[in-house]
């Protein structure tokens, strides 16, 4: 959906470095925004007008935001969403559902094992590092792991 306002808040989505967010992850139906900044992500193997495609030469030497793919963004936000993750998190881990504890490739790696498992960019990157462990790994070699810079 396009930007809104939110009438608990006043505050609108798409403000600085925002991709997405999702709004009400509270209820049975979130609102999801994808930004202006969000939309300029390719898909793996696939872009579009101004998004161009991900592939193994594009993340390749270091894992870095350069892995960052829509998918990736979908997956961070979805984890927000209280109704699908709190069926595995509450039982597991007293949560409801995931939080930003730490954002970006170097910063997650800072966390603790436990601070990492309830934080929604740690399934993202976990996901985007199977997928190039399973596709790019034979032919590139590992990754070297981030910076801060990277970041």
């Given at each position: 959906?396009?930007?809104?306002?939110?009438?608990?808040?006043?505050?609108?989505?798409?403000?600085?470095?925002?991709?997405?967010e999702?709004?009400?992850?509270?209820?049975?139906?979130?609102?999801?925004?994808?930004?202006p900044?969000?939309?300029?992500?390719?898909?793996?193997?696939?872009?579009?007008?101004?998004?161009?495609?991900?592939?193994?030469?594009?993340?390749?030497?270091?894992?870095?935001?350069?892995?960052?793919?829509?998918?990736?963004?979908?997956?961070?936000?979805?984890?927000?969403?209280?109704?699908?993750?709190?069926?595995?998190?509450?039982?597991?881990?007293?949560?409801?559902?995931?939080?930003d504890?730490?954002?970006?490739?170097?910063?997650?790696?800072?966390?603790?094992?436990?601070?990492?498992?309830w934080?929604?960019d740690?399934?993202?990157?976990?996901?985007?590092?199977?997928?190039?462990?399973?596709?790019?790994?034979?032919?590139?070699?590992?990754?070297?792991?981030?910076?801060?810079?990277?970041?």
């Amino acid at each position: 959906m396009k930007d809104y306002v939110n009438d608990e808040d006043g505050e609108t989505s798409c403000i600085e470095n925002t991709e997405a967010e999702l709004r009400e992850f509270e209820t049975d139906k979130p609102k999801l925004v994808v930004c202006p900044l969000g939309l300029k992500l390719g898909a793996i193997g696939k872009g579009w007008d101004g998004a161009p495609a991900v592939t193994c030469d594009t993340w390749f030497p270091r894992i870095s935001r350069k892995m960052n793919t829509i998918g990736f963004v979908l997956l961070h936000e979805y984890t927000h969403w209280e109704t699908l993750m709190s069926p595995v998190m509450l039982p597991a881990f007293q949560k409801k559902a995931t939080l930003d504890e730490a954002i970006g490739p170097w910063k997650v790696r800072q966390l603790t094992r436990h601070q990492a498992t309830w934080n929604a960019d740690s399934y993202a990157w976990l996901a985007q590092e199977i997928w190039w462990t399973q596709t790019c790994r034979g032919t590139h070699g590992p990754l070297e792991e981030p910076e801060e810079k990277d970041n």
